[in-house]
């Protein structure tokens, strides 16, 4: 994967204020995100990393004097250009994937009235059906509309895209995998996206910096959390991860640095020097210090250093692989640097490319491994390519998620400092989990309605019929078919459900042909479709995990349809498993082939019989040449 903005990355620190808005709401770049949703799947664990220890989780979790709340991170950050997370807003709870950026300060979603908003993942949110919405009247605190009656927000980033809209305060939810019951919350309702925020899959972001629209301010300013949140991204070719607003007992072994928020508006970190295989370069520690300092934003992708930084970094690593063939990028639209040879295997590529020391002001260190500075060659097998740029000319030092993948990041506002310890973060996720724990809540939740909905509501449950047990192991799944409510928002329009199966084949992604529709019964502007999935041609049954996997996003409502489809509801489903055939059965082909050659060499041994036969028969009708010929009658003329 290229990175799409080296030289932009020198801009990501404009900051806007002739647009109204404050300091610390500048956003910075991230990757144009393809639509490809990701999962969490099992690692590639490196050596160095350990395991994350049940009895700590526990102990961190009931020391803490404040409820957190623990959220899960989906997609991927190469592929998709992000990490996001699932968020409810408003009474009955609507639900949103949005993108965990720490250089926001304001979290924003999609409203059903916006003028120009993208298709994303889920459908937009409708003030009109949350009894608990209040749009942010006009006051001297905000920036007010032209009517002067609302609280407005624009934001504009550095790759020229930007979000804009009304400020309201809803009900906002963490699932149900989240001690903190939901709280009431400003939040953006946009009216009109550009640039890649009109294009990406996700519906929005969630705003993790510092400033008063801030997620983790606004939860901090009423006490329900500790000034303190935590983010884990997952490894190379994994995806997924784990997110905690509020405090957690930090690790014995985790490494802290100090940051200083006045420094600028951006989470900053001490950085003095880099070691390369145990080598300290020769760079002046100043060289950190520029402009903005050193800055972590979750919601850049790649990491971005001063030229003198990087070019030692660079001839360093080199010297180190110089057994490796350099070759060109995967776009040659960029000078990307990548080396072929070095294998598939994650947990291999320590024994070929050095290690990487961050040093920190205060004498510790962060090595990071070959998955936290390199990422896939896309074209070529066993290549990799830097994730580390030039800054342009900006002397700002930018470290984007890749530094900081299978690493528990805690942003400990309260004691100004971020610490760092080296894990599996997409087993991170099981020890935060609260023993017996329900599952997370899908966006067909519902609340009970009330006009007066106090902060003390109790986490959002999943609806009854939903799908909430496992299939059993070592089960061959033959079919697996599940009965879909749509909701269609042009009553006048039959929906094409061909398109629709094709729709659901792509989101799920499986052929077309393993997508049949087995009924539909009309309901006004709902349709009851009863679907069925087949295995692929190619194979004879469908594995657990991908059956897992498939009812998860039909259960989670990741499936994303045309606008004009609005909405589907998950109402039942059922696995059937392969049946036990009988010997005759399990050998029907075996024995059709053997009865069918066996018929076709007894014709084809008849037939040369009877050709021979006739041949004999010719060739006996035959008079020798100069024999006796008997005489015949002349015809008449």
């Known amino acids: 994967m290229a990175h799409p903005w080296p030289i932009l990355a020198a801009f990501v620190f404009i900051i806007f204020d002739f647009h109204g808005v404050d300091s610390a709401a500048v956003d910075t770049p991230r990757m144009r995100p393809m639509i490809i949703p990701l999962h969490l799947s099992t690692p590639n664990l490196s050596a160095h990393r350990r395991s994350f220890n049940d009895d700590f989780n526990r102990r961190h979790l009931q020391n803490s004097d404040l409820p957190n709340a623990r959220m899960r991170l989906y997609d991927d950050l190469l592929t998709n250009g992000y990490y996001t997370t699932r968020l409810y807003i408003g009474s009955p709870p609507q639900e949103f994937a949005l993108i965990v950026d720490t250089g926001s300060t304001v979290t924003y979603v999609p409203c059903s009235n916006c003028e120009q908003c993208g298709k994303h993942q889920d459908p937009r949110f409708q003030p009109e059906l949350s009894n608990t919405y209040q749009a942010l009247k006009c006051n001297p605190g905000c920036n007010c509309d032209d009517d002067g009656k609302q609280c407005t927000y624009e934001r504009r980033y550095a790759e020229q895209s930007s979000s804009s809209g009304v400020l309201a305060e809803d009900v906002i939810s963490f699932g149900n995998e989240s001690q903190l019951a939901p709280q009431r919350a400003v939040f953006g309702c946009e009216n009109m996206e550009t640039g890649d925020l009109y294009s990406q899959r996700a519906d929005g972001i969630i705003g993790l910096g510092r400033g008063r629209l801030s997620i983790v301010d606004q939860l901090v300013e009423k006490s329900v959390i500790s000034d303190s949140f935590s983010l884990c991204y997952g490894g190379m070719d994994v995806g997924g991860g784990a997110m905690v607003l509020g405090g957690i007992s930090p690790p014995s072994d985790m490494v802290f640095t100090h940051s200083d928020p006045y420094r600028s508006p951006y989470y900053n970190i001490e950085l003095k020097g880099l070691r390369v295989a145990g080598k300290p ?97 896309t074209k070529v097998s066993g290549a990799y390519c830097f994730g580390i740029f030039q800054n342009g000319k900006d002397p700002t030092t ?215 036969r006739r041949r004999q028969q010719t060739l006996g009708t035959y008079e020798p040449v100069g024999g006796i010929v008997p005489e015949q009658e002349l015809q008449p003329l």
């Open 281 to 377: 370069l020769k760079i002046n520690p100043k060289v950190f210090d520029g402009r903005h300092g050193t800055v972590l934003d979750s919601g850049t992708t790649y990491a971005y250093l001063p030229e003198e930084a990087f070019i030692a970094l660079k001839d360093s690593i080199m010297k180190e692989i110089s057994v490796l063939r350099q070759i060109h990028g995967p776009d040659p639209n960029y000078n990307d640097i990548c080396f072929s040879g070095a294998g598939r295997v994650v947990s291999e590529l320590s024994k070929i490319f050095p290690t990487v020391d961050m040093v920190f002001g205060n004498g510790q260190s962060l090595t990071l491994s070959p998955e936290n500075y390199l990422f896939r060659h």
């Open 398 to 612: 930018l470290l984007g998620g890749i530094i900081v993948r299978n690493t528990l990041v805690t942003y400990d506002r309260e004691n100004d400092k971020i610490g760092f310890w080296k894990t599996n973060c997409s087993e991170l996720w099981k020890g935060l989990q609260v023993p017996g724990a329900p599952a997370p809540a899908p966006n067909t939740v519902h609340m009970n309605n009330s006009s007066n909905r106090s902060q003390n509501v109790p986490p959002v449950q999943p609806p009854n019929g939903l799908p909430t047990k496992h299939i059993p192991g070592e089960v061959r799944i033959a079919i697996i078919t599940f009965d879909m409510l749509i909701v269609v928002n042009d009553t006048s329009t039959k929906p094409n459900l061909t398109e629709v199966a094709d729709v659901i084949a792509h989101e799920l992604e499986v052929d077309n042909l393993q997508v049949q529709m087995l009924n539909a019964t009309p309901k006004g502007n709902e349709y009851q479709v009863k679907w069925a999935l087949y295995p692929a041609a190619s194979t004879e049954y469908i594995s657990n995990s991908t059956a897992m996997s498939i009812l998860l996003r039909l259960k989670e409502h990741r499936l994303q349809f045309p606008e004009r489809y609005g909405n589907y509801q998950l109402v039942k489903w059922k696995v059937e498993p392969q049946r036990k055939l009988s010997w005759w059965q399990q050998h029907l082909v075996a024995v059709a082939i053997g009865i069918l050659v066996t018929v076709v060499i007894g014709l084809s041994s008849l037939g040369v019989w009877l050709v021979w």
